[in-house]
């Protein structure tokens, strides 16, 4: 027995004008081989090949990439890490696609929080929450500076 049966297609249920259709075979739309499909195959084939040779060669060289990945970490400080002018220009110099940083500046007379805006030699420019909505403050003046929000 053949083990592909032919399938015939059934025939469109409801037209308008009902027209009369003759049986057609469904076979010849089954399987369409075109230029594109095989050089996807082959560009496929060659980025497995490729896929293999990488990992054959990292399998190879661990060592170097971790000891890469160490170093690249150990440039970048952690906030809290930072001294307090590497903490202003941080916040400053953020991109500006990202929101401005709410941070808390503590001094020895009292604590400020608000935006810092800008930065010139020796005074860093704040936008408050509160009246006068604007503060300017010392940077030899300031203990700590803290992120409050997002």
Request: hydrophobic share 30%; no cysteine; charged share 35%.
């Amino acid at each position: 027995m053949n083990k592909h049966k032919k399938k015939k297609a059934p025939k469109p249920l409801l037209y308008i004008d009902q027209p009369d259709y003759d049986n057609y075979d469904q076979q010849s739309d089954d399987y369409v081989i075109s230029p594109i499909e095989e050089s996807e195959k082959n560009n496929n084939h060659r980025k497995m090949e490729k896929a293999q040779q990488r990992t054959a060669d990292n399998e190879a060289k661990p060592a170097k990439k971790v000891d890469q990945v160490k170093s690249k970490r150990s440039n970048k400080k952690s906030f809290k890490e930072m001294s307090i002018e590497e903490k202003v220009d941080f916040i400053i110099n953020l991109p500006q696609q990202l929101p401005r940083l709410t941070a808390e500046i503590e001094t020895e007379e009292a604590k400020v929080r608000g935006l810092i805006y800008e930065k010139s030699e020796n005074i860093i420019k704040v936008r408050t929450y509160q009246a006068p909505y604007k503060a300017e403050i010392n940077l030899e003046d300031i203990i700590a500076i803290t992120i409050v929000s997002l």
